[in-house]
């Protein structure tokens, strides 16, 4: 059967499980051998097209991008024909696309026969949700996933995408979740990738307040508060936001052990100050590096392998 990563909330516990596993695990560098991963990138990404690429290679296989101006999802040709097009030269696609119903129309296009990675959409980024999970596991347990049961993860600023998938993933481990956000940002109920429907394992919390939120935490997330498109919003944004920005002085509501994550791209200055991105207590060059095990994760998944 042709398997799809595309939400973590789709995936079942034991698939979950295998992904992080064979996202670490030796590699099999023929596993890929004589073929293709399409990636489609209608949003531009330095760290997914690089991780993505470099993953589809250390197991034997090819890539091939495609750009929004070469492409044109839904624009200069329908997502369906695109996918049954990309059907017909590869055996994935990893897409990062403005809106999460493309993954919905391409599968029922290709019959589910082309397997489809979410590299990012408006309503979910599960595979840097992955990374995450192994950079927070391998700080806090050497890699042992059961570390995360009890932690606490404080995510301030607007929540995103990146918060909701990463939310789901946490809250299923056992992880206990706080989103601080002002009206208007906090995480919206419902719809694809939603944390507040996520039953058992960690509780979910949501405050407006960022000292509230990051009071006895062990890991301090936040995300750029001015996501691509909505670059007019930028003044707004930064008033809104201002007091949900990243400082030594909030860190210090946090545990004394607390680290600091950021997906990046990082405005600097904005969500965050360079002291704390550059501090000692940042991950985020842990959380670039296990991108590639992420996708190596999930390509491996995809294709059988048994973790």
């Given amino acids: 059967m042709t398997k799809h990563?595309?939400?973590?909330?789709?995936?079942?516990?034991?698939?979950?499980?295998s992904i992080f596993r064979l996202a670490t695990s030796p590699i099999n560098d023929e596993l890929l051998k004589g073929q293709g991963v399409a990636l489609v990138f209608e949003r531009p990404s330095l760290r997914t097209r690089a991780s993505s690429s470099t993953a589809v290679n250390e197991l034997g296989g090819f890539a091939t991008f495609f750009s929004d101006e070469e492409i044109g999802l839904d624009t200069r040709e329908s997502s369906n024909d695109v996918a049954r097009t990309?059907?017909?030269?590869?055996?994935?696609?990893?897409?990062?696309?403005?809106?999460?119903?493309?993954?919905?129309?391409?599968?029922?296009?290709?019959?589910?026969?082309?397997?489809?990675?979410?590299?990012?959409?408006?309503?979910?980024?599960?595979?840097?949700?992955?990374?995450?999970?192994?950079?927070?596991?391998?700080?806090?347990?050497?890699?042992?996933?059961?570390?995360?049961?009890?932690?606490?993860?404080?995510?301030?600023?607007?929540?995103?995408?990146?918060?909701?998938?990463?939310?789901?993933?946490?809250?299923?481990?056992g992880a206990n979740v706080t989103v601080g956000a002002p009206v208007g940002y906090q995480l919206q109920v419902g719809?694809?990738?939603?944390?507040?429907a996520v039953q058992g394992g960690g509780v979910l919390t949501q405050v407006d307040s960022a000292e509230a939120a990051v009071r006895a935490a062990d890991v301090v997330y936040t995300d750029a508060?001015?996501?691509?498109?909505?670059?007019?919003?930028?003044?707004?944004?930064?008033?809104?936001?201002?007091?949900?920005?990243?400082?030594?002085?909030?860190?210090?509501?946090?545990?004394?052990?607390?680290?600091?994550?950021?997906?990046?791209?990082?405005?600097?200055?904005?969500?965050?100050?360079?002291?704390?991105?550059?501090?000692?207590?940042?991950?985020?060059w842990r959380q670039v590096f296990h991108r590639r095990s992420a996708m190596l994760g999930v390509l491996r998944w995809i294709k059988g392998e048994m973790s």
Avoid: K
């Fill in 5 to 17: 990563f595309v939400t973590i909330e789709e995936q079942s516990d034991e698939d979950l499980q």
């Fill in 86 to 173: 990309l059907n017909e030269y590869y055996a994935i696609a990893a897409l990062r696309v403005r809106q999460h119903d493309v993954f919905a129309r391409m599968r029922a296009a290709t019959g589910s026969t082309l397997s489809l990675i979410n590299l990012l959409s408006n309503m979910a980024h599960p595979t840097q949700a992955v990374a995450d999970v192994l950079t927070i596991a391998e700080h806090f347990g050497e890699g042992d996933l059961s570390a995360l049961r009890g932690l606490h993860v404080a995510y301030v600023g607007d929540a995103t995408n990146v918060t909701r998938s990463l939310a789901v993933a946490l809250l299923r481990l």
């Fill in 225 to 284: 508060w001015v996501s691509m498109g909505m670059e007019a919003e930028t003044a707004l944004r930064r008033r809104d936001l201002a007091n949900f920005r990243v400082t030594e002085e909030l860190l210090a509501h946090a545990n004394d052990t607390a680290v600091f994550m950021h997906c990046l791209p990082a405005h600097r200055g904005d969500e965050v100050t360079n002291e704390v991105l550059d501090s000692d207590r940042s991950l985020i």
């Fill in 191 to 196: 719809g694809i990738e939603d944390p507040v």
